[in-house]
Nanobody, 124 residues
Framework: QVQLVESGGGLVQAGGSLRLSCAFSGRTFSSAAMGWFRQASGKERDFVAA????????YHADSVKGRFTISRDNAKNMMYLQMNSLKPEDTAVYYCATTFSRRLLVEEYMYLYWGQGTQVTVSS
């Protein structure tokens, strides 16, 4: 059974930084592509960033490009999202997700396993 556990969310002022972590267990982490999504209150869940199995290919949504960076450490079964220059519109519950593909995926429906989410709140 695949388990994903996010951590690192919290309250931060606009312009600040946070680093989200996603701990992975249950199958071979190094063979799985992973992604970050977010859902603001009352809105649909949106794609944030994705990374392939080895970590040498990444993709970020235009809304976070240049501010957020996705990465992974296969030796530790961890994925990260470094978030800099945070804006109030980044406020959301952030989810990590994985699937059986090795290549990175941006479509939400392609991801099979999800974490419980971590709240990020950016105050103005």
């Amino acid at each position: 059974q695949v388990q994903l556990v996010e951590s690192g969310g919290g309250l931060v002022q606009a312009g600040g930084s946070l680093r989200l972590s996603c701990a992975f267990s249950g199958r071979t982490f190094s063979s799985a592509a992973m992604g970050w999504f977010r859902q603001a209150s009352g809105k649909e869940r949106d794609f944030v960033a994705a990374i392939n199995w080895s970590g040498d290919s990444t993709y970020h949504a235009d809304s976070v490009k240049g501010r957020f960076t996705i990465s992974r450490d296969n030796a530790k079964n961890m994925m990260y999202l470094q978030m800099n220059s945070l804006k109030p519109e980044d406020t959301a519950v952030y989810y990590c997700a994985t699937t059986f593909s090795r290549r990175l995926l941006v479509e939400e429906y392609m991801y099979l396993y999800w974490g419980q989410g971590t709240q990020v709140t950016v105050s103005s």
